[in-house]
């Protein structure tokens, strides 16, 4: 038996398609999920391995641009659709897909390759930390209040078909990406990932709307949302699951909330995939009627440390020398200068003594200024080498805006 790993020829996507939908145990059976991921397959960057004439592991990469602190768009390569066949998994085949997939990115001269993952404990073995917490939420409507900024009652609200108003919902999406680390700048075609509804969160829901914000004509927010309703013997106990909500203003971002809280029959309103300082914590009178979690968001890997590093801005001066440890991709090991600010960096390789001793994977956890240096030492995963140099670095990684990747991939 010959196991082999060939770049995806586009006449076996369909075979190669069925593998990661048997691999994620069944999902994506629809033809209209399937023409989706299609046209999105970027198939000279996908993997297939073949035992025989069956495919038995799956990889793809999205070329991606990343928004990062400063406001920069970083090319970044999205791995996704990772499955081996039940058949024939715990033989290395990821490992060898892993490999692979990293060494494509770094000859694509993208400095960051990026995921999301279906088990967190998968990735940290090739690179990857976990650079941006998400929220969800499930709002009691009938035990809270909103404080409503000023403003709010110059907003006009208005609801349409999400396709007939996308371009403009697109162009308000296009300019939130510079402001908020994680964000993915979207390309051609991924619109129609922005308004894809999967068959089992449509069961049983209206079809899904838009809300807009608009003051004299300026789009200030919109929000894509489904209704669920239910009858229970107590009373009308619908859920109104919001998917998507931009807003460039705090009254925007207030009246599309309290449009979403007083739909009538409705008595929660569920968020997911939300920033974690999402607006809503500090406008709603009681957030222990909110059912708030916070998971794991987008994983990030450094595939080339120095331009990585350089690539982002830093909310202070900083100047230090990291010693990094990176298994998989042995380029990246040593020591770097990072000398940088919030006008720009410069991070070269240095024989100077080291100041704090990391591995590649706090560099990816730390990268987008969602996750503190400090916090990562505090769980001894990063080593402060010369006094002080923790502290001042730390800030400097810093984001004021917590990093938020706005849709999966
Ligand atoms: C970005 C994305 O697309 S995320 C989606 C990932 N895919 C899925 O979850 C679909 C279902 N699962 C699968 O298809 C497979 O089990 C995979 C892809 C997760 C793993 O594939 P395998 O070929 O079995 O992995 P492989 O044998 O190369 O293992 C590599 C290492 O990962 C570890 N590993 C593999 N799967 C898992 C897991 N689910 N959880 C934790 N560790 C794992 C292995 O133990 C091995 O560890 P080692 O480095 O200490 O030796």
């Not at 994506?28 to 046209?39: I, K």
């Not at 809300?211 to 894509?224: F, I, K, T």
């Not at 222990?288 to 450094?302: A, Q, T, W």
């Amino acid at each position: 038996m010959t196991i082999e790993l060939r770049v995806l020829d586009e006449a076996d996507w369909e075979t190669w398609f069925s593998t990661v939908s048997w691999a994620f145990g069944g999902a994506f059976g629809s033809d209209e999920e399937r023409a989706l991921w299609r046209s999105l397959t970027e198939t000279e960057r996908s993997i297939g391995v073949w035992d025989g004439d069956r495919v038995v592991g799956t990889a793809g990469t999205f070329s991606l641009g990343l928004s990062v602190p400063g406001g920069a768009v970083v090319p970044a390569g999205g791995l996704t659709m990772v499955g081996v066949a039940p058949t024939h998994r715990r033989r290395g085949i990821l490992r060898r897909m892993m490999r692979q997939q990293l060494d494509d990115v770094r000859a694509a001269g993208e400095p960051l390759a990026v995921l999301t993952a279906s088990e967190p404990s998968i990735y940290g073995r090739f690179g990857y930390g976990t650079a941006t917490w998400e929220l969800s939420a499930e709002i009691e409507t009938r035990d809270v209040r909103l404080s409503a900024p000023p403003g709010i009652d110059e907003v006009e609200i208005r609801v349409a078909d999400p396709a007939d108003v996308l371009d403009a919902c697109e162009e308000l999406y296009a300019r939130q990406v510079p402001l908020r680390p994680g964000m993915l700048a979207r390309r051609p075609g991924w619109e129609r990932a922005a308004l894809w509804v999967a068959p089992d969160v449509r069961a049983g829901a209206a079809p899904q709307l838009c809300v807009l914000a608009e003051r004299d004509g300026e789009l200030l927010g919109y929000a894509r949302y489904l209704t669920r309703p239910s009858w229970q013997p107590s009373g009308p106990d619908g859920t109104v699951q919001v998917r998507d909500l931009q807003a460039t203003e705090p009254a925007g971002y207030a009246a599309l909330l309290r449009y979403l809280l007083d739909i009538d029959l409705m008595s929660t309103v569920a968020l997911a995939r939300r920033p974690v300082d999402e607006p809503f914590t500090q406008l709603l009178s009681d957030v222990r009627r909110c059912d708030l979690r916070v998971r794991d968001g987008l994983y990030l890997r450094p595939v080339e440390v120095g331009p990585a590093l350089a690539a982002r801005r830093y909310a202070t001066d900083v100047e230090v020398v990291l010693e990094v440890t990176d298994a998989f991709c042995p380029w990246n090991e040593g020591r770097w200068r990072l000398s940088g600010g919030p006008e720009g960096a410069v991070c070269e390789r240095t024989a100077d003594p080291a100041e704090l001793a990391l591995t590649v994977n706090e560099v990816g956890a730390a990268y987008l200024g969602g996750v503190s240096l400090s916090a990562l030492a505090a769980a001894g995963r990063v080593r402060e080498l010369r006094p002080g140099a923790l502290g001042a670095a730390a800030t400097a990684f810093g984001s004021p805006v917590a990093p938020w990747l706005s849709h999966g991939f």
